[in-house]
C-alpha cells in the first residue's frame, strides 16, 4: 500500500517539524510587533522583539505533530 500526502497550503514538513513561513515587513523586523501565527492548533500569537533577522527561526515547542 502505498499513501501520498497531499502539500497543505500553509506548513510544510521537515521530519516531525512543521514548517510556516510568515513574512514580516522591514519596519515589524526592525521595531519588533505582535504577529498572529496559524499552527495546527489553532491561531497563536507572539511578540516579536525588534531586530529581527532576514530568515531567523522561531521554534514554537507544543504547537507541531502530536507525539506518537
Known sequence: MQV???A???FNKEGLNV???VPISITEA???CK???ETLDG???IDLKPGVNTG???IL???GMPPF
Do not use: P
Open 4 to 6: 501520498k500526502v497531499k
Open 30 to 32: 526592525i521595531l519588533g
Open 43 to 45: 491561531n497563536l500569537n
Open 8 to 10: 497543505h497550503q500553509f
Open 61 to 63: 515547542k507544543h504547537h
Open 19 to 21: 514548517i510556516s513561513e
Open 56 to 58: 531567523q527561526e522561531f
Open 35 to 37: 504577529l498572529t501565527v
